[in-house]
């Protein structure tokens, strides 16, 4: 395989985990959750199972395809430094295991809505709140995990920025992505009451899915070889 595919490849596997990652984390509990209307939670979800139960499907995937992306990576940049690119490998796969570990709190919200006869000795109002916990949960698990979302950015950005056919503000959005995810946590677990501004989180945006596009279109292709026309 050329280095030319292997660039399209992993914008195109870039791309899945986007896509995959959106429906998941963001259009999903858009739609169904309000972490602060425990009825209207339960509600939106009992009306909307298939559409819950899609969010953890997809999510399964989007992590699989997250396990798969670092090692098309890593053969795209070994060159430029193999150190580096086995250090962006182990940070982004050591994720997966507590992230698909942590969908289970989602399937445990499926279980509660089941109605078999052990939670008949529940009534409504505390079968919404372990929902609600198990939601809150996820949540929970997703902040601990965004620590390995952040850090894989760090050496990854590394590796586009010196790779010569990426722009390099692609990789420096990486590498600032990576603080942003570190700040969002710290704040969170160290100053709760501290809202973060949203433009904190852009700069991992901007480089993941530019760099995830550039690939996918333009493949290895030197940067001065395209500005000389």
């Given at each position: ?12 596997v ?5 896509i ?12 169904l959750?309000?972490?602060q209307?425990?009825?209207?939670t ?10 819950f139960?899609s ?10 395809i ?7 990576l ?14 962006m ?37 505390t ?32 590796l586009?920025?010196?790779?010569g ?10 590498m ?11 704040t ?42």
């Amino acid at each position: 395989m050329s280095n030319n595919t292997t660039a399209r490849l992993a914008g195109f596997v870039y791309l899945l985990l986007v896509i995959t990652g959106i429906y998941n984390l963001i259009y999903v509990p858009s739609q169904l959750i309000n972490m602060q209307d425990a009825v209207a939670t339960v509600e939106n979800i009992s009306n909307n199972e298939l559409l819950f139960r899609s969010g953890i499907v997809v999510g399964i995937l989007s992590y699989i395809i997250y396990l798969i992306l670092p090692f098309v990576l890593f053969k795209l940049f070994q060159e430029i430094n193999r150190d580096v690119a086995v250090m962006m490998v182990v940070l982004s796969v050591v994720s997966v295991p507590v992230s698909l570990f942590n969908m289970v709190n989602k399937v445990d919200v499926l279980t509660l809505l089941s109605h078999a006869s052990f939670l008949s000795q529940f009534d409504m109002q505390t079968i919404q709140a372990k929902m609600m916990m198990s939601l809150n949960s996820y949540n929970n698990g997703i902040a601990v995990v965004q620590i390995f979302w952040g850090l894989w950015l760090l050496p990854f950005g590394y590796l586009t920025f010196k790779s010569g056919y990426v722009p390099r503000i692609l990789g420096v959005c990486l590498m600032l992505g990576c603080f942003g995810y570190l700040t969002v946590f710290l704040t969170n677990m160290l100053f709760p009451k501290i809202t973060i501004p949203s433009v904190v989180s852009k700069p991992a945006s901007i480089g993941e899915i530019g760099t995830c596009l550039w690939l996918l279109i333009m493949g290895n292709k030197p940067i001065r070889t395209l500005e000389k026309g």
